[in-house]
């Protein structure tokens, strides 16, 4: 089945600490999307990437770091400059060639839930 | 991208018709209008979208004021896997790959 999918489901970091939430999707989208969501809030973006090799910050992208070195993979890592991590991350795919930005449906994986020890 | 306004909180009881309203009253011409649901502990999924007619699909109907300043997402027949966040959001027409999601609206179904 095409999809998004995001690892570990749960993971808990100790102070100090970099982690790395992977995401992976077999639906060969060029765009692909890292958001986080806190406890009865939306989704805020942290970075986005277009296409391989290529990335933007979102609006709260301090404190995470992100590469793009295949089509299929946005890992997001957590580093110790981000003081308050836990949330829980939600990353997502689009197609951007059918139909362009305003016709553009996002999918998500079914997002990671970091805690912090 | 532009603010959307929806109620914190709705309730619908089983198998009846559902609307749930978004205000965009600073919508300009080009931009288009998506709905996503999040379901608990899972990710956003997609719903509907349009821009100035009324759209129907498997999942939903969105009905379009004729000023485009709000708009209704309409679920026909509410059942228990339709309790879900549903977020209202104005996607720019040129440029932004933003796509901002505000608190959207808790929709609870009564059995």
């Known amino acids: 089945d095409g999809g998004i999918t995001q690892s570990p489901k749960y993971l808990f970091r100790k102070e100090g600490q970099n982690v790395t939430l992977s995401c992976e999707q077999n639906l060969n989208h060029d765009a692909m999307y890292w958001y986080r969501q806190d406890p009865g809030q939306g989704l805020r973006l942290i970075y986005y990437s277009q296409i391989v090799n290529d990335f933007q910050k979102g609006d709260i992208a301090e404190g995470y770091s992100v590469s793009r070195e295949k089509k299929e993979s946005f890992p997001l890592t957590v580093t110790s400059a981000q003081k308050n991590p836990t949330a829980f991350y939600l990353c997502a795919s689009s197609n951007l060639r059918t139909g362009g930005i305003t016709n553009e449906k996002l999918f998500f994986g079914s997002g990671t839930q970091l805690s912090v020890l | 991208d532009a603010k959307t306004t929806q109620p914190n909180s709705m309730e619908s009881n089983e198998e009846e018709p559902v609307h749930l309203p978004c205000n965009h009253s600073?919508?300009?011409?080009?931009?288009?209008i998506h709905w996503y649901r999040q379901l608990p502990s899972q990710g956003p999924e997609y719903v509907i979208h349009g821009l100035t007619s009324n759209v129907n699909n498997r999942m939903a109907s969105l009905a379009i004021a004729e000023d485009r300043k709000s708009s209704t997402l309409i679920l026909h027949r509410a059942t228990l896997r339709d309790a879900a966040v549903y977020y209202c959001i104005l996607r720019v027409g040129a440029g932004s790959y933003q796509l901002t999601f505000g608190k959207g609206t808790k929709l609870s179904v009564i059995p």
């Open positions: 600073t919508i300009s011409g080009t931009d288009y």
